[in-house]
């Protein structure tokens, strides 16, 4: 009999999920461009749910109708180079499911050209790493909805579960999946850099260390806090470093790497006019860590030109509900980046739904994910969830400690992108009246670009 599903890509995310896949008692056939990597997987695998294939006809063959092929190569020009390679082997009907992070555009672009030609094909976001993906990741996909019948069941046993609901569901048509988990890892920079303000807010005013910072985040991650990143922070804290007698944590060059998920989601963000700037921030800074040569040199030209406060163990607490308060926004951004999106690609979007689905399996899992369904579920149309009642008196109750937080940060000179750039969201979307009149007069003024009054109709324009 043939098999029920195809992976081909056996580095770890495919090696990982064909496993999975096989523990739900599916049958997988599996393929990789060098067969090194298929001998090893087989060598090392003790179901006999998997098959490897050592080459693409082969594999092909070997699959049940419609043949359901999960890609998981690299974004870029190895899809395109397998598709290729395997068109001529499909049957119309066979459906390509692309579990990498591709960029959601391609995936349209793919969709299009396979749709057209008599295949279906789907972009499906997959998050929750190496883990994830052997345990239950959160899955996105994007396709279409007729063909997802084929796929849906095993997406649905292979995913995460949450609160006994499965960390999968049907995103939209063509991108929407791989733009769904493109924005997951938006937010995912914002909401790291955010927790690495924190640490550097603790670690500079109230001089914490390593295995203090650990109680901390262990005990905010007993709170509206808990989430998969700060269960993490905590247990990087307490991790002592083998080759000296630092925590592992001091041993780390402070310069970050990214792979252009977060910088996808600044451009898609510009180019859809909605502003995400703790995001975008976040992006940014990596960016400017990166380049720790130059920092170097700037350090030792300007020495130290603020004056650190020193603040106490009171002072954990105010910076914990400017964390959470950040993080609202970050989210709030998020959201409002993928409503918009929905509008512009016709995807109908169910941002309820993806909330839920984010909520176990991937990076940015946590409990308050479970009010942003809320406040999606109450109001599909929330124009941003700075609107939604509980976020609201969240944010009430915090903004005075969050300014507190910001401004110690500020005056003592230690960088919180993040948590400002969150506040200065969360006021210019509060301002009833911004100076943006001024601006307009200057537009007007150098280039005749017309402004609108606030006492009648029409466009204007002064001889300045
Ligand atoms: C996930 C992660 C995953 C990943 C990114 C991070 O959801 O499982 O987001 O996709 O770790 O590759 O990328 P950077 O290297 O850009 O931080």
Known sequence: ???????????????????????????????????KRTQELLAECTTNNIEG?????????????PRKIILMVKAGSPVNDIIKQLKPCLTPGDIIIDGGNSYFADTINRSRKLEAEGFHYFGVGISGGEEGARRGPAIMPGGDVGAYESIGQILTDISAKAEGEPCCRYIGGDGAGHFVKMVHNGIEYADMQLICEA????????????????????????????SYLIGITSDIFAKKDTDSDHYLVDMILDAAGQKGTGKWTGQVALELGIPIPTITGAVFERYLSSDKATRMEAGKLYGDCAKTKQRGA????????ALYASKICAYAQGFSLMLEASRQYGWKLNLSGIAKI??????????FLNKIADAYSDDSELKNLLMDNYFKTVIENYTQAWRDVVATAVTS????????????????????????????AQRDYFGAHTYQRIDKEGTYHTQW
């Not at 050592?54 to 699959?63: G, T």
């Not at 006021?427 to 009833?432: C, H, N, Q």
């Open 1 to 35: 009999s043939r098999q029920n599903i195809g992976v081909i890509g056996l580095a770890v995310m495919g090696k990982n999920l064909a496993l999975n896949i096989a523990d739900h008692g599916y049958t997988v056939s599996v393929f990789n461009r060098s067969g």
């Open 53 to 65: 294939y050592f080459s693409l006809e082969e594999f092909v063959q070997s699959l049940e109708r």
């Open 199 to 226: 640490y550097s807010i603790l670690k500079g005013v109230m001089h914490m260390s390593p295995s203090d910072l650990h109680e901390v985040f262990k005990e905010w991650n007993q709170g509206e806090l808990n």
């Open 314 to 321: 009171d002072f954990v607490e105010p910076v914990r509900k």
């Open 358 to 367: 984010f909520r176990g399996g991937c990076i940015i899992r946590a409990q």
């Open 413 to 440: 000179g230690i960088s919180v992108p993040g948590f400002s750039s969150a506040l200065a969201y969360f006021d210019s979307y509060r301002t009833e009246t911004l100076p943006m009149n001024l601006l307009q």
